[in-house]
């Protein structure tokens, strides 16, 4: 069945440095897309990327969708406090399956 | 506000007993879900459905029972054959399942079921 693989599974920076989450997927997707979780909160909505070779960017974050459209990331530029979450991409390939997610940490 | 609300927030129950989770949304969205949360186990789906009267299992159904009566409403029944129901259980909407074209999906803030 479809799979949706998430790496790291957790990471910490020192403040203002940069991270990286990556996903991959066992099959073509449709679509990706991210979300963060607070700790302690629900996921809310970040992006969803369509096209093949697709890079969105949100301020300090960029989001990326592979050549092959079974892999993506999401690239945060000096990583600040309030980026602290976890970081899900979910893919849609018959249905919309979650990765398990990049837990991120930063200290200052 | 349009959203979703779930409740109860917390949840105790006894081993052996059912229990019903409510999800109202007011978004006017066909699609709903039901999410078990796990640490480490990001987002496993449960139960979704895409139309009133119409709900499919997900990933990890046993134990677990659904209904859609109304477009708003998609209650979770945990029942006394889930062998680990202690977890966080979060229910989401989109304007559609059916399609490459789900939308973005809008999370409640989630119950917390714990089993003493």
């Known amino acids: 069945g479809q799979q949706v693989m998430q790496i790291p599974q957790y990471q910490h920076v020192q403040e203002g440095e940069d991270f990286t989450t990556y996903c991959n997927s066992s099959t073509t997707l449709s679509n990706i897309q991210w979300y963060k979780q607070r700790p302690g909160g629900h996921p809310v909505f970040l992006i969803q990327?369509?096209?093949?070779?697709e890079v969105k960017k949100q301020k300090r974050l960029t989001f990326q969708f592979g050549e092959a459209k079974k892999n993506s990331s999401l690239h945060i530029t000096a990583t600040q406090t309030t980026d602290v979450g976890t970081y899900f991409c979910a893919g849609f390939s018959t249905a919309l399956i979650f990765g398990k997610g990049t837990t991120l940490s930063v200290s200052s | 506000d349009g959203g979703i609300t779930q409740s109860p927030k917390y949840l105790f129950r006894k081993e052996g007993q059912n229990v019903t989770l409510s999800c109202e949304q007011n978004l006017n969205h066909d699609a709903m879900y039901w999410y078990r949360q796990d640490p480490g186990q990001g987002l496993r789906l449960i139960y979704y459905?895409?139309?009133?009267?119409?709900?499919q299992k997900g990933d990890i159904a046993e134990g677990y029972s659904v209904s859609r009566e109304k477009k708003e409403s998609f209650p979770l029944t945990v029942t006394s054959a889930q062998k680990n129901p202690t977890a966080f259980y979060l229910c989401a909407s989109s304007r559609t399942s059916g399609s490459s074209d789900t939308g973005e999906l809008f999370f409640g803030e989630g119950s917390r079921l714990t089993v003493l």
């Open positions: 990327l369509v096209k093949s070779g």
């Open positions: 459905s895409q139309i009133v009267n119409d709900f």
